[in-house]
């Protein structure tokens, strides 16, 4: 089971669309973290949230921490080929010994 | 953040043998990590490597098959022991900055093993 659900595992869209990918947890997160990963990469850390409800903005991405914090999204707007990529979020949570957990990840393709 | 190095950048090995990953750092950091990424799957957290003492494993991971040094701050080493196919992956090493939280951990480029 994993700890930090991701939705969805792949997504496929054309060049100026929009998506959002969802981080869910049934556990609460004192902070949670996302990465994308280019093939041959390491992951590459976009933003940390801290706070319920916080909302932060990286240039087209738009991150969001759920008020309860047990979950998060990423919203990309005006998507282009390259934001192709993996996209992680990764949490730190008490009731894992806050120790650094990762989800599964979104493929993201974005076609020109 | 820091400019992190790995090597091998890949590399491929037979059975039984021993492969050592070192990973550097330009500059000293608090915390230093060895994480496993299995084809198609997520992070998984190996240990985490103690400057001047042992590191701490995860469930699922021993000395004995991961043995990790970390003889200062900026350069640790994880080998992957006696390695079979299954060991096949990505290895990644991360950080900490100095005043960071240890949450936000940047990762080396990885190491892509495969094991025939």
């Known amino acids: 089971t994993q700890l930090l659900e991701q939705s969805p595992q792949f997504l496929s869209i054309q060049e100026g669309e929009n998506l959002t990918v969802y981080c869910n947890s049934s556990?609460?997160?004192?902070?949670l973290q996302w990465y994308r990963q280019e093939p041959g990469e390491g992951p590459v850390l976009l933003v940390t949230?801290?706070?319920?409800?916080e909302v932060k903005k990286l240039k087209r991405l738009t991150f969001q921490f759920g008020d309860a914090r047990k979950d998060s999204s990423l919203h990309i707007t005006a998507a282009q080929p390259g934001d192709t990529g993996l996209y992680l979020c990764?949490?730190?949570?008490?009731?894992?010994?806050?120790?650094?957990?990762f989800g599964a990840g979104t493929i993201l393709r974005v076609k020109s | 953040s820091a400019v992190i190095s790995q090597k091998p950048s890949r590399d491929i090995c037979q059975r039984g043998t021993s492969l050592t990953i070192q990973c550097q750092v330009d500059?000293?950091?608090?915390?230093m990590f060895w994480y496993r990424q299995q084809p198609g799957q997520s992070l998984t957290l190996i240990a985490t490597?103690?400057?001047?003492?042992?590191?701490?494993?995860e469930s699922g991971f021993v000395i004995d098959k991961f043995p990790i040094s970390r003889p200062n701050l900026t350069f640790s080493t994880l080998t992957v022991s006696n390695m079979s196919p299954e060991d096949s992956s990505i290895y990644l090493c991360?950080?900490?900055?100095?005043?960071?939280?240890?949450?936000?951990?940047?990762f080396g480029p990885g190491t892509r093993l495969t094991v025939t």
């Open positions: 991360s950080v900490v900055m100095p005043g960071q939280s240890s949450y936000e951990q940047y």
């Open positions: 556990s609460v997160f004192s902070s």
């Open positions: 949230v801290v706070t319920g409800g």
């Open positions: 990764a949490g730190a949570s008490a009731e894992y010994g806050n120790k650094l957990v």
């Open positions: 500059s000293q950091v608090t915390m």
């Open positions: 490597a103690n400057q001047g003492s042992e590191a701490t494993y």
